[in-house]
């Protein structure tokens, strides 16, 4: 079993939808969570932060958390075709410890 | 604005050439990461540097090297690029090793 679970997608949602992109974990030690928003032949923008379980908002996305369930999801509202892009989760663990990514979820918003 | 450059941001080489890619940055950060991306795969991790501790990934070839003469540059060397080694290189930044990492805009290398 991977570290990082990500569906690669495609997902693709008429503008305006609510997206719902989602990663799973195995290591129970994660405690630092991250998404990264990539657009094609670019470097991994940071978008979302988060320390442990809970929810963070951020204007239109909203990340969370489940530490129970080793589960995190980041949510757009009101997606727009700006937001088509490949989506990153990367979380790390206390210490010494390099982050680990997700394979990314393609996300195409059509106008 | 603070940031991280990366140069050239597209490199040719041919095979068995060596190539050096590099890294800047101007967020004062200790940390310094070197990963390579394959089209639609997660970054991979090279290596790192904490301040002037460099950090080797086990799975890393011993093709590529590294090298953080100051605390604001970084390059990437590849001593005998092979056809397998074309990807986006990216580098990162971070005040911590659990910190959010930044990263720069990459540098594409094609092998011929």
């Known amino acids: 079993q991977k570290e990082v679970e990500q569906d690669p997608g495609p997902l693709s949602v008429p503008e305006g939808a609510i997206v719902s992109l989602n990663c799973t974990y195995s290591n129970s030690a994660f405690q630092y969570f991250m998404w990264y928003r990539q657009y094609s032949r670019k470097g991994p923008e940071l978008l979302m932060y988060?320390?442990?379980?809970g929810n963070k908002e951020d204007g239109r996305f909203t990340a969370q958390v489940d530490k129970s369930s080793k589960y995190i999801s980041l949510f757009i509202r009101d997606s727009q075709p700006s937001d088509s892009a490949t989506y990153l989760c990367a979380m790390s663990a206390r210490g010494n410890t390099p982050l680990v990514f997700g394979k990314g979820t393609r996300l195409s918003v059509i106008a | 604005d603070a940031m991280v450059i990366q140069n050239p941001r597209y490199q040719v080489t041919q095979f068995g050439k060596p190539v050096t890619l590099s890294c800047s940055q101007t967020l004062n950060h200790n940390v310094m990461y070197w990963y390579q991306q394959k089209s639609s795969q997660a970054p991979k991790l090279l290596f790192h540097?904490?301040?002037?501790?460099?950090?080797n990934e086990a799975d890393t070839p011993d093709n590529f090297q590294s090298r953080r003469p100051n605390t604001s540059f970084c390059f990437l060397d590849i001593r005998s690029p092979g056809l397998g080694d074309a990807a986006m290189y990216l580098c990162a930044t971070s005040q911590s090793r659990v910190d959010e990492q930044y990263f720069g805009p990459g540098t594409r290398l094609t092998v011929t």
């Open positions: 540097y904490y301040d002037k501790d460099f950090n």
């Open positions: 988060t320390y442990s379980s």
